[in-house]
């Protein structure tokens, strides 16, 4: 796509961002599964907050090749327990953490590499079955888990709510993690805090922001259709 659209792209979703999240401070992450460098870049340079994959190896290669730069890059996509070491050491921020037994493999590599993992906690927050996710009554017991780790951080929720055919019509599904997202906030956990509530995607950001995200991603509204 031309460099010149993904400026303006970026810039049109700061400024719903500004007007729908209310003063909140809200970071901007550019979904760059198929994206190439010289359009990742473009994105940083237009003003984006950070770069979310998808796939393990593609990371790899790209993060190999300096795709990124050196900018913030996370990790957004469903992660095998056989890949994490790809991944762990790597990302700012590991958002697809769906079970405490890839938990557990984070952070034993973390471990070897003497650092300290955060991550986010995915809850399928639609029970769709095709979906990844923890179902939101496996929350809990995820997050006490969690407490028992020392490379790992858990910093906050994030889900892929279904595919809305209206606007608005995903407003239930967001304020649902809302209310997660604050519960579990009131909890007191080692290696817990609930600072980032990761939902919002091209089709239903605004109503994510409205119902209190505060992290985007955004694939298609900032570089145009997949392939
Ligand atoms: C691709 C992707 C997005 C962005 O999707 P768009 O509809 O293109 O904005 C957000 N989150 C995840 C987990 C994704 O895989």
New binding site residues.
């Given amino acids: 796509m031309n460099v010149s659209c993904i400026r303006e792209n970026v810039e049109k979703i700061k400024a719903d961002t500004a007007a729908f999240a209310g003063g909140r401070d809200v970071l901007l992450?550019a979904?760059t599964?198929t994206r190439g460098a010289e359009e990742i870049q473009a994105a940083f340079a237009a003003g984006i907050d950070a770069a979310?994959e998808?796939r393990a190896q593609e990371f790899a290669e790209k993060f190999k090749n300096g795709a990124y730069a050196g900018e913030n890059v996370q990790f957004?996509?469903h992660l095998q327990t056989n890949k994490v070491k790809l991944v762990v050491g790597n990302v700012s921020l590991i958002?697809?953490v769906d079970s405490v037994k890839l938990l557990r493999a984070i952070d034993l590599r973390a471990a070897e590499l003497g650092i300290s993992q955060d991550v986010l906690a995915e809850v399928n927050i639609g029970r769709e079955p095709e979906k990844h996710g923890l179902m939101p009554e496996e929350l809990t017991a995820f997050l006490d888990a969690a407490a028992g780790f020392s490379n790992v951080r858990v910093l906050g929720l994030?889900t892929?709510a279904p595919k809305s055919d209206s606007t608005g019509e995903n407003r239930q599904y967001f304020a649902k993690m809302y209310k997660l997202f604050i519960d579990n906030r009131a909890e007191k956990r080692d290696n817990v805090v609930m600072k980032y509530l990761s939902m919002g995607?091209?089709?239903d950001?605004r109503a994510a922001l409205c119902e209190g995200s505060n992290l985007i991603?955004?694939?298609?509204?900032?570089?145009g259709p997949?392939q």
């Fill in positions: 992450l979904a599964k979310g998808n957004i996509g958002q697809s994030m892929v995607m091209s089709g950001y991603r955004i694939g298609t509204g900032i570089f997949r």
